[in-house]
């Protein structure tokens, strides 16, 4: 680990150059990874996320240059093996698959049986189910706590944002999933929207972003014990320095139930967590 990012802070971005909004062509995309990975803040970046469709159009160039990647699932998991085939067969190191088992208002537990099925086959990777916050959430934790506890290497997964404003989940709701992970010792990532440190409305849309420093903080508290109002207050917080002072003390621990997210860019992150004084350094010159 480097002496300039925590332990608490490692991995926690994954690079999400290729989706929106910033749609990098794959071979810029790559290039600027291989370039986080040389820089003196690599502990913070996780996998260079890339999308299925992508690899079924052939568009791998560069992904065997010694590239950590995961894998999304953007054509359904139907295709997920075909996918992994060809990542394979081009030398491309995977680490992890994310994939949305239903749509919203959909039951989860078809999309979840197939997902297990595809996990008992490929248990070198981890793996993660993107669940609604709507119909059967419950049910479906328990169904992938179930699994993990028998050995299986699979995790939730949960969006918050998008280009909807039913895709931005209240702090209380995102509060309760945090807590209901939790009691069941499932871990979680998170995906769209978390583009700042900390809670804010974006004047463009109208949205109100999550900050990944309220996640931070707020996760820290539930592993501690917090319930579900405690959690909240800490993800509608918008004073950074209420969020700051857990995540600076906690920073030589490893981080527990929160995976981390995907950016498209990393350096937008980077820029929150220096002007916060949680990571200690410069931009490579």
């Known amino acids: ?32 990874h291989h370039e986080h990975r040389v820089s003196w803040y690599a502990d913070l970046v996780g996998p260079l996320l890339v999308p299925a469709s992508a690899v079924a159009a052939g568009e791998l160039d560069g992904l065997a240059g010694g590239v950590v990647t995961g894998l999304i699932g953007d054509t359904g998991l139907d295709r997920l093996p075909t996918a992994l085939a060809r990542l394979d067969a081009a030398g491309t190191t995977v680490r992890q698959v994310e994939v949305a088992v239903a749509r919203r208002g959909e039951d989860p537990r078809p999309g979840l049986t197939a997902l297990h099925d595809l996990v008992t086959r490929r248990d070198d990777l981890d793996w993660y189910a993107e669940l609604p916050l709507t119909f059967g959430l419950t049910s479906a934790l328990d169904t992938l706590a179930e699994a993990r506890a028998t050995g299986l290497p699979v995790a939730a997964k949960f969006r918050t944002g998008g280009l909807a404003a039913e895709l931005f989940p209240t702090p209380v709701e995102l509060a309760a999933v945090i807590c209901a992970c939790r009691d069941r010792g499932l871990p979680f990532k998170l995906t769209a929207g978390l583009h700042h440190a900390v809670r804010h409305l974006d004047p463009e849309t109208g949205f109100t972003h999550h900050g990944f420093g309220n996640v931070l903080a707020a996760t820290l508290a539930a592993v501690d014990g917090a319930e579900v109002d405690e959690v909240a207050v800490l993800l509608a917080a918008t004073d950074a320095a209420r969020l700051v002072e857990p995540v ?9 139930l929160w995976g981390g997210f995907g950016s498209c860019s990393v ?9 916060l004084g949680l990571v200690n350094g410069g931009f490579d010159r």
């Open 1 to 32: 680990m480097s002496t300039q990012v925590p332990r608490l802070l490692a991995g926690l971005v994954d690079d999400a150059a290729v989706f929106p909004p910033g749609s990098a062509s794959l071979p810029d995309a790559v290039a600027a």
């Open 248 to 256: 600076r003390a906690a920073g030589d621990a490893d981080r527990r």
């Open 267 to 275: 350096r937008e992150p980077l820029t929150d967590l220096i002007r």
